[in-house]
């Protein structure tokens, strides 16, 4: 489950890539404008998301975010898909898209052209949560947002829901803001923080304004092909800013460019001045009660909007052209079954091949980086630019380690946990690719 990730109002100002990221963006203002009517029911905002749909009436918008060449023959495209309306759109396959080279279709099995999975890309997910403890939050309420944090964090079994490359950091707010927990993956750590988080003992002001300031410094967001970082802030608060710390417009240009949740709870607080601060989404609502159903509703619109970016790459087969001819080529990709016929339905772009050559197979594990001790990850391999994505690996440590102990799950796929703090070497040999290998670097820590 993809928590908190930016929506469309990022896109502009940089690449959201892939998501997603291969996939992000930055944040300009736009958002979602969710406020809740007196029945009950939020108004009209940015759709969280639809599924990839077959046939002629589908309709498609591709946003190019990135694109490179680079050798020995490899081109990559990093874009978003959304429907008419910007919404995300979900789930599109390699067989979605065509692809051409200048105007000749590019055969997927001669180029390796394939949907780069987003476990496999050098992606970092960052979420900040700010929850107002000030006064006027009652030990009953706080006790009911700890609960919808929570509701975030595991399942109802307990097990976690954030990603392998998903972090979050806690921090409390009043009179001051307070760092409760900084980055971390381990929802045990979260769920201790959560439970030590105490209502307030003495008649504390909001300072609503510095948990903005402060929430927004700690997220970036960088979208390029060797690292993809997004971040967003979630505010949880029942008030305006009493504190009078800092100003509003601190607050407002400090949210410039990134991602921010405002939830605000009952009759004291500033619908405007929420849905200005909230670039990506702004809820009110009429009590802690509905703070659940809204954290999971931003989840699946989080979800969504990181699934609707996407990373393509293949190995091209063009190559130095002789004599006076040139080495510049055309691309050209687009949806199948595309309803968009507007210029928003084609990436185009171009690249020089004067030294493009064959592209070795590789190996690509994907799985955490970072194991805390006693904590197990599973880990896949899989071959780019091979005869086979899926082949038959042999996967194995060093002698000395001490760190890391594996237990096989399939021939792509293994467990590993951590068993002392180090550092360990994963390895995984593909046998129907020649042996080739390919390494995953893992720490374990004492968190």
Not at 221 to 235: A, P
Not at 350 to 377: C, H, K, M, W, Y
């Amino acid at each position: 489950m993809n928590l908190f990730r930016s929506q469309r109002s990022l896109i502009p100002l940089l690449f959201y890539a892939l998501a997603s990221a291969g996939l992000l963006s930055a944040c300009d203002g736009e958002g979602i404008n969710r406020l809740e009517n007196d029945a009950g029911a939020t108004s009209a905002g940015m759709a969280q998301g639809t599924a990839a749909r077959t046939g002629p009436n589908r309709y498609v918008q591709l946003e190019k975010i990135n694109f490179e060449a680079t050798l020995p023959s490899i081109i990559s495209v990093m874009f978003q898909a959304t429907d008419r309306y910007g919404g995300a759109i979900t789930g599109l396959q390699t067989s979605d898209f065509l692809l051409l080279e200048d105007n000749e279709p590019v055969s997927a099995a001669e180029t390796s052209l394939a949907i780069v999975p987003h476990e496999q890309l050098p992606y970092a997910l960052r979420s900040v949560i700010m929850i107002d403890t000030s006064s006027s939050i009652s030990p009953a309420n706080l006790d009911t947002i700890k609960d919808a944090v929570l509701g975030i964090l595991t399942d109802a079994e307990g097990q976690s829901n954030l990603l392998p490359q998903q972090e979050i950091a806690l921090y409390s707010f009043n009179d001051s803001v307070s760092l409760l927990q900084d980055f971390t993956n381990n929802t045990n750590t979260l769920i201790d923080t959560l439970d030590n988080i105490q209502p307030a003992v003495a008649i504390t002001p909001t300072d609503f304004y510095g948990a903005v300031i402060t929430g927004a410094s700690r997220i970036e967001n960088t979208f390029d092909l060797t690292q993809i970082m997004q971040g967003n802030v979630v505010i949880i608060t029942d008030g305006t800013d009493t504190a009078a710390r800092n100003t509003y417009r601190d607050a407002l240009a400090s949210v410039r460019g990134k991602s921010v949740y405002t939830l605000g709870v009952g009759d004291e607080i500033s619908a405007d001045i929420l849905q200005q601060i909230g670039t990506s989404g702004t809820y009110a609502l009429r009590n802690f009660e509905q703070l659940n159903s809204t954290l999971t509703t931003i989840n699946q619109q989080v979800v969504a909007s990181a699934n609707s970016f996407y990373y393509l790459h293949y190995a091209s087969p063009k190559r130095g052209a002789e004599g006076a001819r040139s080495s510049l080529h055309n691309i050209k990709l687009s949806v199948v079954n595309n309803a968009n016929r507007s210029a928003t339905s084609v990436i185009t772009d171009q690249f020089d091949a004067t030294e493009f050559s064959n592209v070795q197979a590789e190996i690509v594990i994907a799985g955490p980086a970072r194991l805390d001790l006693q904590e197990a990850g599973i880990y896949r391999a899989s071959t780019r630019w091979g005869p086979q994505p899926n082949g038959n690996y042999l996967w194995s440590l060093p002698e000395d380690n001490i760190s890391c102990q594996i237990d096989p799950l399939s021939t792509t796929s293994i467990r590993v946990t951590g068993v002392a703090t180090g550092n360990c070497t994963l390895t995984a040999e593909d046998q129907s690719a020649g042996g080739v290998q390919g390494w995953h670097f893992i720490e374990v820590v004492a968190d």
